[in-house]
């Protein structure tokens, strides 16, 4: 009975603490709780604990319900009691104020009405005492607006001066005669507005008139220079003279004009002339300086988009200039106006704002043509202003930074015409016709080839059409450098720099730049080998054309041969393209050799050689005279160089195979078969025919692996370490490093099963003992020389 009852106090404990946990959690571990319930066979006692729980949560609310019910019932009560007492003392509040307002609105009106009516009889009488008093002050003053209407401007400066000193005086402690007063210096400010707008209508006459002004003086400046009219008139007006015939007598005007003829200065002297009688010249004075300190900017405002139209850009100058011209001809008529300092100020700050006008036109143009026409437009600026004093230097200098603008314009023009010229080209020599084409050939292009003077037509040029269509290019880009020095007060040697420097740009950057991204090897006009050694000997024959260059520029220069300082450095350029070249040559050539090579199957264990060589060396000796016998028209060097670098890269390829790691073991047969291959190549290198190439040359380029395997094979190892060394031992070239590989891969092979089979025991433990030995020495000479 203990244990039972000791198991349902468990059970009702468990159940409890259940229910206590559904409480407090959140409802994700109700699904937990019942389950638990079910595995232990409690749900009847749990559903009645659940239920004795519930009651027992009712019972409380509905305690704590009726214990606070009466109190919320007489709280409710009270306030409906205090909303009743609130309504009656609003409805009070209401009335009484509408009653105070009906009662005050009438009073506030008749107050008002009154104060009115007694300020406005005062005020009447008031007036009517000063008007009786100052009636003098008002006639004089009235004659004089009728004077100030009427632009008398000097009865009204006396009648001014008759209400200052006389009448004025006896009104004095009148409020009003201080508006009198005021007004008379106002009647002063006015005669001097007057004298201002005068000023004003005159400095918009000027505005109106300066790019007239401007035109005249380019017109008589480029009659000086002899510089074409267009550079003076705009297209409307050549279209103008096309519509009429031209007899010379508008250009005649327009350079015999005479400023006076333009602007009417009459009211500037008047204006000065009436400041002067006012005492106020000074004042006058500064204001035509910051007037004309604020006219100077918008006359100098730039156009939208001029750095794009020639006729935008000459206007613009030519308003400049008549600016200017206007300004110098005010200081030299007047007397103390304007000084020298206030016109060099003026100068210095349009100065500034020009040069920077013309550096931002020179920036944005990207038309080699305009920028022509914008340096003679700014040199006819030069000389047009330079007569009213204006300070030109400056504006000498920007003519350098166009002159580089410019050039680099012509530089990127002229890559792309080289890219073009580069890409269309076959790469094949060039066939000509007849001798009609082939003088006209030499005309553009008169470097002449006597191997192929003597030829018949159609004759084969070794050069591709690529090269005189450069060189006619080359000519172009120096004769339009030649152009943009036309004009420009410098010497013939600065002439000469002018177009060489560009030229050597030309060659050394941007053609460079495209034959090297031509010929790069990740270019995308991928060139085959034929076609590398087409531009090889293109670049050959546009170095021999240089000097055709240089008598050409000399021409441009001085008209006939003489003496010059900087030298074209097109030569320099081509030897380092064909050099690039001709690495892409031995790049491409060795890369057959290594597709022919990669087909080599040596079987390394093989007992002995086959008696002949393999098949992959056959191919790529067939290959290699194919190819030079294909290329005798090669340069001499080219054709040596190409050679001992097919010889060079064919034995390195073959000490490579030998010694790849990939090679474990090797057998004296298969060293011998490497002989016989190697003997294959060494009959190539000594029947090939190369001009001012020794066979003794090319077989050097095989003595390395023929001597390393002349001492395996041979066993010549006595002599080897006794001549260690010795440059004149016959196995001189051999490394050590090498041979020891060597030796232990033979020593591998000989340990191998199918090796042995076939060989004697007495041999093979002869070979394997001296191997050892020479393994051993080969270690020791190693170690040596890594410690000295």
């Not at 002995?608 to 290699?624: H, M, N, P, R």
């Amino acid at each position: 009975m203990n244990g039972e009852h000791s198991d349902g106090q468990l059970s009702d404990t468990y159940l409890d603490n259940i229910i206590k946990q559904l409480e407090i959690s959140d409802g994700s571990q109700s699904t937990s709780c019942v389950r638990s319930v079910f595995v232990r066979n409690d749900a009847g006692t749990f559903l009645r604990k659940l239920d004795e729980r519930i009651k027992y949560y009712d019972n409380e609310i509905e305690k704590l319900c009726n214990f606070q019910y009466q109190s919320f019932v007489k709280s409710f009560h009270e306030l409906l009691q205090v909303r009743k007492d609130t309504t009656s003392m609003k409805n009070e509040l209401v009335k009484n104020n509408q009653m105070m307002q009906v009662a005050g609105q009438s009073l506030a009106k008749k107050t008002e009405a009154l104060i009115k009516e007694y300020h406005r009889q005062s005020n009447i009488q008031q007036t009517i005492d000063a008007l009786s008093q100052a009636f003098p002050v008002f006639e004089t003053y009235r004659k004089l607006q009728e004077c100030m209407e009427e632009k008398k401007l000097y009865p009204a400066l006396k009648l001014l001066e008759q209400l200052e000193t006389k009448h004025l005086v006896l009104v004095k402690e009148h409020r009003w005669s201080e508006l009198i007063q005021h007004n008379i210096a106002k009647f002063r400010n006015q005669i001097r507005n007057e004298s201002h707008n005068e000023l004003k209508n005159f400095l918009e006459n000027v505005a109106t008139h300066a790019d007239k002004i401007g035109k005249s003086a380019f017109a008589q400046a480029a009659t000086r220079l002899d510089i074409d009219r267009r550079y003076y008139t705009s297209e409307e007006d050549r279209k103008k003279d096309q519509q009429q015939p031209v007899d010379g007598t508008i250009d005649s005007a327009l350079i015999n004009m005479n400023i006076t003829e333009l602007i009417d200065f009459s009211p500037i002297y008047k204006s000065l002339h009436i400041n002067l009688f006012l005492n106020c010249k000074e004042e006058f004075s500064k204001h035509y300086q910051r007037e004309k300190t604020k006219q100077a900017p918008v006359i100098m405002d730039v156009p939208p988009r001029m750095h794009e139209s020639f006729d935008a850009f000459k206007k613009y100058l030519q308003r400049v200039t008549g600016f200017f011209i206007v300004e110098d001809h005010v200081m030299n008529t007047t007397e103390g106006l304007i000084d020298q300092r206030f016109y060099y100020e003026l100068c210095e700050r349009a100065t500034q704002q020009l040069l920077a006008v013309l550096r931002r036109a020179v920036s944005q143009s990207y038309n080699p043509e305009l920028m022509l026409d914008m340096k003679i437009v700014v040199v006819l600026f030069c000389a047009a202003i330079k007569e009213s004093g204006f300070p030109v230097t400056p504006l000498l200098d920007v003519l350098m930074e166009l002159r580089e603008s410019y050039q680099q314009l012509l530089l990127t023009q002229w890559n792309q015409k080289f890219s073009e010229i580069l890409t269309k080209d076959n790469y094949t020599p060039m066939i000509i016709e007849d001798e009609t084409k082939y003088q006209l050939l030499l005309r553009q292009f008169p470097l002449r080839i006597e191997a192929t003077e003597k030829l018949p037509f159609p004759r084969s040029l070794p050069y591709s059409e690529s090269v005189p269509k450069i060189f006619l290019e080359i000519k172009d880009f120096a004769s339009i450098c030649a152009k943009f020095a036309k004009g420009l007060n410098v010497s013939k040697t600065e002439i000469d720099d002018m177009i060489r420097k560009p030229t050597n740009l030309l060659l050394t950057k941007t053609l460079k730049s495209a034959l090297v991204e031509l010929t790069a090897a990740e270019s995308e006009t991928q060139l085959n080998f034929s076609q590398l050694v087409q531009i090889c000997i293109n670049t050959l024959h546009l170095e021999n054309a240089m000097p055709y260059l240089e008598d050409y520029i000399i021409a441009l220069v001085h008209g006939s041969a003489r003496q010059i300082g900087l030298r074209l450095q097109g030569a320099s350029m081509l030897k380092d393209i064909r050099s690039l070249v001709e690495d892409r040559i031995y790049d491409k050539l060795n890369d057959k050799i290594d597709q022919c090579l990669d087909i080599a199957s040596y079987d390394w264990m093989m007992q002995e050689a086959s008696g002949v060589a393999s098949d992959y060396i056959t191919t790529t000796i067939q290959f290699l005279e194919n190819t030079f016998r294909a290329f005798t028209h090669l340069p001499t060097q080219l054709s040596q160089t190409t050679c001992l670098s097919a010889c060079k890269h064919i034995s390195a390829s073959l000490i490579n195979i030998i010694l790849s790691p990939d090679v474990k073991a090797l057998s004296f047969g298969a060293l011998e078969q490497m002989s016989l291959d190697l003997m294959q190549c060494e009959v190539f290198a000594s029947k090939i025919n190369i001009a001012n190439l020794d066979s003794e040359t090319l077989l050097l380029c095989f003595q390395d692996l023929r001597q390393l395997l002349d001492l395996v094979m041979d066993k010549q190892w006595s002599v080897f370490f006794d001549q260690y060394g010795d440059p004149n031992s016959p196995f001189a070239r051999v490394h050590p490093h090498t041979a020891l590989i060597v030796v232990e891969k033979l020593r591998e092979g000989l340990k191998r099963p199918l090796l042995r089979k076939f060989n004697q025991p007495a041999m093979e433990k002869e070979n394997i003992k001296l191997l050892e030995t020479v393994a051993r020495d080969l270690r020791g000479i190693i170690a040596e020389s890594s410690q000295a």
